[in-house]
């Protein structure tokens, strides 16, 4: 079968793993859950980063909160060098949203409401006049957990929140003028109508099932309720919330189990394939999970250190290794063809796009391109370029981050989309399945 042709028989497949992967994936501790589970129905074993790293063959993945690192040596031999070179694809779990402030609640004009910071780039308007349920994670007390705090993951789907948009009656401008919107004062949400203060922890701690004395902190967000699925004439778009950057997440994880159960169609025995989710990417990745943190690094390491090597070996496979920092990209608008390089137009299902910037926003240089274009080469997919225009900002990824801590070749690359970071975002299905053929390939070089 050629690889057009096996694309062709997985668009269906890929297309609606990847809406069950979305509607999953409210929260970026619910999309690691998910991929997770993915991981450990195929094999993989979980391993708690208290413990020792695994030195057996094997498939492995470890969460930290919001962020995931899986990898596997189980098609190499048990006496590997151990400074044995790594295939690396990156992603990232979080999207703009609106989250939930420590003490949210308050009353105003006879209405419940709740205080939100937006999160990320979040384009504000498209989250007016919608219904919003809730999800994250809560600290709660338990004696029997380390340091007397346990973890649960949470959501609500039921139809909670909504902002309500002022109506034109009562802004002539906005037709003339534009809407704008002040975070503040015009993004809280409602969930309740009366004078009397409702308390938002009172309600979490319910959901949790504990005392509310026993609620100890919570990383609340909302979510469009609208479920992922497939549009267009023939089928050949999917519609969802958090493509940017769940797409992205979900064909790593997808190219990672085909690399595992197929590690011998690219001949690859000489590297180890590791996919990484990082969190706080939309804010700028400084945290103890995000791309600027230890979290990758930490790991390469403990696995040489686990193959028998040293800080020699480890340097020695970073110098060997090419990472692959994945992101969404953005397919010409129609309506707006002007705000794009003419020069590279990207079509929505033309393929995965190779994003270069000369500023270094995205890390792509002439051997990162060159390590992508043989990877679609061999999954015969074709491949885009992007560029933003001269006179406009480019916007960046985790990339760069991980090429700056690592010291390993690095190239950006996305899938085209339209709408990004709007609460309802659109992709292509021919695409999504060649975005995963192609990392595949990547962590399964020829």
Wanted: net charge negative; hydrophobic share 40%; glycine share 8%.
């Amino acid at each position: 079968m050629s690889s057009l042709t096996r694309l062709a028989t997985q668009v269906s497949e890929v297309a609606d793993g990847l809406c069950a992967y979305l509607d999953a994936s409210p929260s970026p501790f619910h999309a690691v859950h998910a991929a997770q589970e993915l991981l450990t129905d195929a094999g993989f074993t979980e391993v708690d980063e208290t413990e020792p790293t695994p030195s057996a063959p094997g498939s492995y993945v470890v969460r930290r909160g919001g962020s995931l690192i899986a990898w596997s040596t189980a098609h190499l031999p048990a006496d590997r060098p151990a400074h044995t070179a790594y295939r690396v694809v990156g992603a990232h779990t979080d999207s703009p949203n609106l989250r939930i402030k420590p003490q949210p609640d308050w009353a105003r004009a006879g209405w419940q409401m709740l205080g939100v910071e937006v999160y990320g780039g979040a384009l504000t308007n498209s989250w007016l006049d919608r219904d919003l349920g809730l999800s994250g994670r809560v600290a709660v007390r338990d004696t029997t957990a380390p340091h007397g705090i346990a973890q649960l993951l949470w959501r609500c789907d039921d139809p909670l929140l909504r902002v309500s948009q002022l109506a034109i009656h009562l802004d002539r401008t906005v037709r003339t003028e534009g809407l704008k919107l002040n975070d503040q004062e015009h993004l809280a949400p409602h969930w309740s109508t009366g004078a009397e203060r409702t308390s938002f922890r009172d309600w979490l701690a319910q959901q949790v099932d504990v005392a509310p004395e026993d609620l100890l902190g919570f990383d609340a967000m909302t979510h469009d309720l609208t479920p992922a699925r497939r549009i267009g004439g023939e089928g050949e778009l999917v519609a969802s919330a958090r493509l940017d950057n769940l797409a992205t997440s979900y064909a790593a994880v997808r190219a990672l189990l085909q690399a595992v159960a197929d590690p011998g169609e690219g001949g690859a025995a000489d590297s180890v394939p590791v996919i990484v989710l990082f969190d706080h990417e939309e804010v700028g990745s400084t945290s103890e999970r995000g791309a600027q943190s230890t979290f990758l690094p930490s790991w390469l390491e403990r696995i040489v250190l686990a193959a028998g090597g040293g800080r020699e070996e480890y340097w020695r496979a970073l110098a060997g290794s090419v990472i692959a920092s994945g992101d969404m990209a953005h397919a010409t608008h129609p309506n707006y063809a002007e705000r794009h390089e003419p020069g590279h137009p990207i079509l929505m299902n033309g393929g995965p796009v190779l994003k270069v910037n000369t500023n270094l926003r995205y890390a792509t240089d002439s051997l990162g391109a060159a390590a992508f274009t043989l990877a679609c080469e061999q999954a015969g997919v074709p491949m885009q370029t992007f560029v933003t225009r001269s006179d406009l900002p480019c916007g960046s990824t985790v990339g760069p981050m991980t090429s700056a801590l690592t010291g390993a070749t690095t190239v950006d690359f996305g899938a085209p989309v339209l709408s990004m970071h709007s609460t309802r975002e659109i992709c292509g299905t021919l695409d999504q399945a060649g975005y995963a053929a192609a990392l595949a390939a990547f962590l399964s070089p020829a």
